[in-house]
């Protein structure tokens, strides 16, 4: 290949852009590189890393003409763990990104022109505001226990004795865990061997209830010396449960399907506008609960609801969503493929008094179909709020057979969004409006809300 730069070249090069991972963009002599931790605007020296056909990687060296919107970050390790992306980059850049991100997402991969697009909700303090965490647990080469988060690009631990996204309670968590592995010299987990015993440590906070739960997730059945630990962990204010939870497998899922509680409650509590919830260390459960509830209450506005309609919530998890709607409407339906999810759903709707949410376990486009076929019902509006890959197929299809007057489709892709809005419109639904909601500050992620009507024909895409 004849490229204008060369691999383990230096080159000065003008930053013109960011990319969907949240690296800065630019060009020498027309050759795309991708740069972690550089800015648009700035002039930086890079080392080039890697060479492709058109486009390359570099490693940023010095910047030699910083962004406006550049700032230090607040956390030592932040160019070297891959849980924050953009922590160098101030907050209100942080939200300029994030929206146009969605909107370039809906009108490249959606190939939707003219859809309204709302100012993106952010936060008052972009820091501390996660009430779970999924720390993973490991040895450097000297032997030495290492909990923290995975560098980026990599399994490899970055040991993080404090994460300025977790709530503080975690740092003592941490490094009370962190002490009784070592006293007992109890194994940590290696992903190449398999060998070893604990995985991970996972933390869920109750926001509102103050409740808190430890699990220590193992590669085994017991944890020795649990008892001590248990003991330790009653000490820290708050902590009202402890779990084991047992992956055997060889596997990046963090959780296996069983648990046993060691002490205290087997779920926490906690409450979204107004309405309780039991949380278990395998329930979803939105990690920032004070955007949540804006994140829901939007959902609520855009929905312009009446109070007569039947709605359906599909990837209804624990129910979340549901409750927050049956305050506001003749009856919820909520759909789950996770069985536990909806025994769940069903504690928390009698739990909080809630008798015109039902719930069902299984898959949402076998589920509405049947119930289409075999009894008639279909729905006036219908939520979704999938898993990172977008709605299945199938499910979009059967949207275009019931045909709902309005679709609030809750995202934390706008990609897979985007992809899902375009086949939704081709089935004659218009977009009206995106809202872009700041979940994860000083990441790249944001959820994004959409509603859609259904116009009774398919409408052209000026587009």
């Not at 549901?322 to 769940?344: M, N, R, T, Y």
């Not at 949410?357 to 898959?363: N, V």
Request: hydrophobic share 40%; charged share 25%.
């Amino acid at each position: 290949m004849n490229l204008p730069i060369e691999k383990n070249g230096i080159y000065e090069m003008r930053i013109d852009g960011m990319g969907s991972n949240g690296e800065g963009i630019g060009r020498i002599d027309g050759y795309a590189v991708f740069v972690d931790g550089a800015l648009p605007e700035e002039l930086v020296k890079v080392l080039i890393l890697k060479t492709r056909k058109s486009f390359g990687f570099g490693k940023l060296l010095e910047v030699l003409e910083p962004s406006p919107e550049r700032v230090e970050p607040v956390c030592p390790v932040a160019r070297q763990c891959g849980g924050c992306q953009l922590q160098h980059l101030s907050y209100k850049g942080q939200l300029a990104y994030k929206e146009d991100k969605v909107n370039e997402d809906i009108a490249r991969i959606g190939g939707l022109q003219g859809v309204k697009s709302l100012p993106i909700i952010g936060v008052e303090h972009p820091y501390r505001y996660r009430n779970k965490a999924q720390f993973p647990v490991g040895c450097n080469k000297d032997g030495q226990v290492q909990i923290g988060f995975y560098a980026k690009r990599s399994h490899r631990i970055i040991d993080t004795p404090v994460c300025m996204l977790q709530n503080e309670i975690n740092d003592n968590i941490i490094q009370l865990v962190k002490e009784f592995l070592e006293e007992f010299k109890i194994t940590t987990y290696n992903e190449i061997t398999h060998k070893g015993l604990v995985r991970h440590i996972l933390t869920r906070i109750g926001k509102h209830s103050g409740e808190i739960m430890v699990c220590i997730v193992i590669n085994g059945k017991k944890l020795p010396k649990c008892e001590i630990l248990v003991e330790r962990l009653q000490q820290v204010e708050g902590v009202v449960s402890v779990v084991l939870n047992e992956n055997h497998e060889d596997t990046n899922v963090i959780l296996g399907q069983k648990c046993t509680t060691l002490w205290g409650k087997d779920t926490i509590t906690d409450t979204l506008g107004g309405i309780e919830f039991e949380i278990s260390p395998l329930s979803f459960y939105q990690v920032n609960p004070l955007q949540t509830e804006v994140l829901y209450r939007r959902a609520l506005e855009m929905a312009n609801l009446k109070g007569d309609e039947r709605v359906f919530d599909l990837y209804c998890g624990i129910g979340t969503i549901s409750l927050f709607f049956a305050q506001h409407v003749k009856e919820v339906f909520g759909v789950e493929i996770v069985e536990e999810a909806i025994v769940d759903a069903e504690k928390n709707a009698e739990r909080n008094g809630i008798g015109n949410a039902t719930f069902e376990a299984g898959a949402a486009e076998e589920v509405i179909p049947r119930l289409y076929r075999e009894k008639g019902i279909t729905a006036d509006v219908v939520v979704v709020d999938p898993p990172r890959k977008g709605c299945d197929q199938q499910l979009l299809d059967v949207l275009g057979q019931i045909k709902p007057e309005k679709i609030v489709y809750i995202s934390c892709n706008p990609a897979t969004l985007a992809r899902d809005m375009k086949i939704l419109t081709e089935m004659g639904f218009v977009a009206e409006e995106v809202q872009a909601v700041d979940m994860f500050p000083n990441t790249i992620h944001v959820e994004a809300i959409t509603m859609m009507t259904y116009c009774g024909k398919t409408p052209k895409n000026d587009g």
